[in-house]
């Protein structure tokens, strides 16, 4: 069964630092895209945002309201993506969700995510 498990979610202060982690289990990792959304309360019909993706290369790309602040990373070797977020602001509060999505077997999983409030 294939199953993502967000971690490192927490209660910071403006202008902290985090690191979340999605391991994933039981999926051909290497073949996945992988995307951090987040969801806020304040969106309207609480959609959820497209973070950072990565994919099966390597190769990143940001919303721009997190480009220079967050890092997307993944470890294949480890079957894990990361998600490194520095300079905090308040409006990045959010449940923090991990997807991944195998383009050629139209395969796509979500985790259950990890909330990150920043607040002073």
């Known amino acids: 069964q294939v199953r993502l498990v967000e971690s490192g979610g927490a209660l910071v202060q403006p202008g902290d630092s985090l690191r979340l982690s999605c391991a994933t289990f039981?999926?051909?990792?290497?073949?996945?895209?992988m995307t951090w959304y987040r969801q806020a309360p304040g969106n309207p019909g609480n959609q959820r945002e497209l973070?950072?993706?990565?994919?099966?290369?390597?190769?990143?790309s940001y919303a721009d309201p997190v480009k220079g602040r967050f890092t997307i990373s993944r470890d294949n070797a480890k079957n894990t993506v990361y998600l490194q977020m520095n300079y905090l602001q308040s409006e990045d509060t959010a449940l923090y969700l991990c997807n991944g999505y195998w383009y050629a077997a139209d395969l796509h999983y979500w985790g259950q995510g990890t909330q990150v409030t920043v607040s002073s």
């Open positions: 039981n999926m051909t990792f290497n073949q996945y895209t």
């Open positions: 973070v950072a993706r990565i994919f099966k290369n390597g190769t990143a």
